[in-house]
């Protein structure tokens, strides 16, 4: 098995690296993490410029290039769009879950996509903005490793394409493929899937935290929007407090298991932190793994604090 190049400052936030990189192991996880102290450039992690698949956690580079067209006044936030379901993606929350159509303002559709990870206004949006544009502006931003290459309903085409409209199959197929280092389901090969790196992903945040990328009155919106996400099995779940803010955005499909996202602490301190991970079982609910990854960002956060 391939050990992770770990990142860290100092041995502390090295051994920390280390820490987490076992705990992982143990469950059957692997992935990359990264976290960094925003303010003095401290940072830990592991494998931190490994390209993965990236779910729903491209929503995140998605609302920003959709929130620089409206600061550029190329779009209206309060344009209605109709979506319909019967024609629009797969997924349970949001329009995506709804059975009638329904018109949403531009702006809400960035409330949906962001708070509930609703892939039908993920998508609705990319009928606005497409792809190829959202991929341009993302290079020519310099966002790294960031790539932004199909719509979010092709991941489910793509496992329907392999294993039908059986799930579990799906996960078993991309549970092999992991282990033998190939890609029945196109999305889930880092050649072909929208990708990034836990490096290419914290650096976004710090410019997004600093307003050093697009505009500042797109950069504060989509920091207020990423506080509206409602999911708080992962990091969030170890990095709740009254004074305690966590801005995020999770990503789940099949084995894979992330989110990233920005804690920010009453005296100031403010860490970034990406955790991208890929399970080695068959299982749709996996809490343990929910908690590990809550786990690795406090223990970070603690010892990033300045």
């Known amino acids: 098995m391939r ?53 729903s956690v491209v929503k995140v580079p998605l609302a920003l290039v959709v929130l620089d067209r409206i600061a550029a006044g190329e779009l209206d936030p309060g344009t209605p769009v109709e979506v319909d379901p019967a024609r629009s993606s797969v997924g349970p929350t949001g329009l995506a879950a709804f059975r009638h159509p329904a018109t949403v303002a531009v702006g809400d559709l960035l409330v949906l996509m962001l708070s509930v990870s609703d892939n039908a206004a993920a998508d609705t949006l990319l009928d606005l903005v497409p792809v190829a544009d959202v991929d341009e502006r993302l290079r020519a931003w310099g966002c790294g490793e960031i790539r932004m290459r199909h719509r979010l309903n092709h991941m489910y085409e793509c496992a329907a394409g392999a294993a039908g409209n059986d799930f579990s199959l799906a996960l078993e197929l991309a549970l092999r493929d992991e282990r033998a280092g190939r890609h029945t389901i196109e999305t889930l090969d880092p050649a072909y899937a ?12 710090r410019r997004v935290w600093c307003d050093q990328v697009s505009v500042p009155s797109a950069t504060a919106e989509l920091r207020r929007l990423m506080g509206l996400q409602v999911f708080t099995q992962r990091l969030a779940s170890e990095l709740r407090a009254d004074t305690l803010r966590w801005s ?50 406090r223990e970070a956060f603690e010892v990033l604090r300045s």
């Open 194 to 205: 929208n990708v990034g790196s836990a490096a290419a992903l914290v650096e976004l945040l």
């Open 3 to 55: 050990h992770p190049v770990y990142v860290g400052d100092d041995g502390a936030l090295r051994d920390a690296a280390e820490a987490i990189a076992a705990d992982w192991a143990a469950l059957g996880v692997r992935g990359s993490f990264l976290a960094r102290n925003l303010d003095t450039g401290e940072q830990l992690g592991f494998a931190i410029g490994e390209l993965t698949p990236l779910a």
């Open 248 to 297: 995020g955005k999770t990503g789940t499909f099949l084995h894979l298991r992330h989110e990233i996202g920005v804690v920010e602490a009453e005296s100031g301190d403010r860490v970034a932190i990406a955790a991208l991970t890929r399970a080695d079982r068959c299982a749709g609910l996996a809490p343990d793994i929910d908690l590990a990854i809550g786990v690795a960002g």
